[in-house]
């Protein structure tokens, strides 16, 4: 079961995602980057962002820029499921130019739509136009042009960390170096077949949905393929991270393994589940894609 393969990519899941983008174009970031006192610190100066995506609708970004003279490599985290995304860390504001999102929906881009959890996962799911997540991709879009047309920002040296949102972003704007794909977080790889193995919320968004409506699982399976990574990994360019958990578990070797070969430039790392370890290796590896040094949480004293 665990290595069955993805369901069918969509005919026009080329012409579905060049309306998103042809759609994106239309509007102009019409960036606002204002200064933050409150986060800027000795090494780096913070900014609260806001950039126009479609609909158009204002969403809003963490900001940092390295002190000094650049230009720098640069990051780009992708909203995680939830309300509230956190400012970028110090140990990534003194390498990096850092941009963290808040997509439609969340916490300082909740107006005039502000997202229910649980609830945003199947939020229009049963139509591929109408879902929320087709506005939601748009944003980080916007949010990795951004990125890359700041000044400071070294164009050969950018990262993106996140889940399929990392993946859908990479594979639409090949702008990136290295790809950390946070694999325990992942919605819609295998989602149709994730759901019956697990109960755990968000995926059980979805098991809600079908036992109250179980006529609408055509349309909700039709609308996932658009978003399933395993039809964008072919598109993505950059050096790929995909960290592994154990066997038989929907982040583990033979769940991931279409996604592995679909990305190709793939390298694996066992996790440990030691936050410090685990958290150390995916920094080092990170900080030797894009030139600079890690920030070790775990410091050693032998």
Known sequence: MAEEAPRTCPRDFDAYWARVDEELAQFPAASEPEGSA???????????????SIGPYRIFG??????????????????????????????????????????????????PFAAAYPGLLTHGIEDPVAYVYRGIVADCLRGAEYLRSRPEVDPS?????????????????????ALHVQTA??????????????????????????RTHPDHETAVAGTLAYFDPIHHAPRVRAQTLLPL????????????????????????????????????????????????????RVWRTD
């Open 245 to 296: 958990g154990g066997q038989g578990a929907l982040d583990g070797p033979e769940w991931l393994r279409p996604l592995g070969d679909a990305l190709g430039r793939v390298d694996t790392y066992a996790v440990t589940h030691e936050g410090g370890t685990d958290h150390d290796w995916v920094d080092r590896w990170m900080a030797q894609r894009l030139g600079t040094e890690p920030r070790p």
């Open 185 to 210: 977080s992942l919605l819609f790889y295998r989602l149709m077949e994730a759901r019956a193995q697990t109960s755990a919320y968000p995926i059980e968004e979805v098991n809600d949905l079908l």
């Open 157 to 177: 040296r950018v990262g993106i960390a996140g889940d399929d949102l990392a993946i859908m972003t990479a594979a639409r704007r090949p702008i990136f170096t």
């Open 38 to 52: 409150l986060r800027s610190t000795a090494f780096a100066t913070s900014y609260d962002v806001r950039l126009t």
């Open 62 to 111: 963490y900001l940092s820029v390295p002190k000094g003279s650049g230009p720098f490599p640069a990051l780009l985290s992708t909203p995680r499921y939830g309300s509230v995304n956190n400012p970028p860390h110090d140990d990534d504001r003194q390498r990096y130019v850092v941009l963290t999102l808040m997509h439609r929906g969340q916490r300082l881009a909740d107006r």
